[in-house]
């Protein structure tokens, strides 16, 4: 379940785990190559760390270029806009992407299923030396040289934050994602069949997503928070994710997810 200050690293330009992983929801002690919705409270920090300069908090808080990326990607991601979202991407990479437009539709439905609001607080946040590198499944044509952490409040008085991986080209910042190589679009073939076929399980125990359930599956999608959806159904029906995952998609209205 989706806690007060965990925080879900968005991981959607590592190609290779978002490519055949199921999304987990509730993951422990998550590091960023691990999957693209792993999910874990921020560490304290430890004792006798060294006050921050005004000029690291200058820079955890981000130049004004990409606070207003980050605003584009809340609003396109919260209005669940794909042509906004892509203007957000780097073009070298929407060039390589080509005709695989369904692998980079695949990638944005699953950010449209983050827990965001309006209300938000920015930090920005280097990149980790050993992750997002290009292999088999993936080039990066714009590499990735920061990540956004996106913090939004619950209801719970908790925030959650959403991590998204940025970079520049041509002076200007984006939203970094992978370009599937052959292999990559072969995996990813793969998994659309997996998902087909999960979709006819779902659908066969939609039948007893009965009343109180499904009021309370349709609340938890409606506040955005499908994480918490996913655990109901399949702590409810004792089903696997995956199929949670379809059960919720179907209630959702999203098919092609």
């Given at each position: 379940m989706l806690k007060a200050s965990g925080t879900i690293f968005a991981m959607l330009a590592l190609a290779?785990?978002?490519?055949?992983?199921?999304p987990a929801a509730a993951q422990q002690s998550a590091a960023p190559q691990q999957s693209p919705w792993a999910m874990h409270a921020p560490a304290a920090a430890p004792h006798g760390t060294a006050t921050r300069s005004a000029q690291d908090v200058a820079a955890e808080k981000g130049t004004p270029q990409q606070r207003e990326l980050a605003r584009k990607m809340v609003y396109a991601m919260y209005a669940k806009d794909f042509a906004a979202l892509k203007q957000l991407i780097a073009p070298s990479t929407m060039k390589c992407i080509g005709q695989n437009q369904n692998f980079l539709d695949d990638r944005?439905?699953?950010?449209?299923?983050?827990?965001?609001?309006?209300?938000?607080?920015?930090?920005?946040?280097?990149?980790?030396?050993?992750?997002?590198?290009p292999d088999k499944f993936a080039t990066y044509p714009m590499p990735a040289t920061h990540y956004l952490g996106i913090a939004f409040g619950t209801e719970d008085s908790g925030t959650i934050t959403v991590n998204e991986w940025i970079g520049q080209e041509n002076g200007h910042w984006y939203e970094a994602q992978p370009c599937p190589t052959e292999l990559g679009m072969q995996r990813f073939a793969k998994l659309q069949r997996m998902r087909a076929q999960g979709r006819e399980r779902a659908k066969e125990y939609m039948a007893r997503v009965q009343e109180p359930l499904k009021s309370q599956l349709l609340a938890l999608i409606a506040k955005r928070d499908n994480a918490d959806a996913w655990t109901l159904c399949v702590k409810?029906?004792?089903?696997?994710?995956?199929?949670?995952?379809?059960?919720?998609?179907i209630l959702a209205g999203d098919e092609a997810d």
């Open positions: 290779a785990a978002a490519a055949l992983a199921t944005i439905r699953k950010q449209f299923a983050l827990p965001i609001s309006k209300n938000y607080q920015v930090t920005v946040t280097e990149k980790p030396a050993n992750v997002m590198l409810s029906l004792h089903v696997d994710f995956q199929t949670a995952h379809e059960i919720v998609a």
